[in-house]
């Protein structure tokens, strides 16, 4: 449909938005042409960041998280994204009924 053509379009761009930012961000040594500089700025505002979107320095100015700690908690988050991800088909693994759990060619054929 036109609808999930737009949706994998936008997809495409938004990906290609953060890479582009990442890209800028980490190379922020490289003198850069200002219009490209100018992009970038709005390219990190597209770049959806959970860390940098639910900053703690908004909620108290103490709490500061530097780039180290910002690496650590993407990296945990990733992990605990797949962990969970694991967790929860293992356990609806094991609350299906056995007679689900294998697989049955003759209930499961093709033709």
């Excluded at 709005?42 to 709490?63: D, G, T, Y």
Aim: with cysteine.
């Amino acid at each position: 449909t036109v609808i999930d053509q737009l949706a994998s379009k936008a997809k495409i761009l938004i990906g290609f938005a953060q890479v582009m930012a990442g890209i800028l961000s980490a190379l922020a040594y490289v003198p850069w042409p200002p219009l490209l500089l100018r992009v970038g700025s709005w390219l990190r505002s597209v770049e959806l960041n959970a860390v940098e979107m639910a900053n703690p320095s908004c909620f108290n100015h103490r709490l500061r998280i530097n780039e180290l700690e910002t690496t650590v908690i993407h990296v945990v988050g990733q992990v605990l994204l797949i962990l969970s991800i694991f967790l929860y088909y293992r356990v609806r693994y094991c609350l299906l009924p056995s007679c689900c759990r294998r697989f049955h060619p003759d209930r499961h054929s093709l033709s």
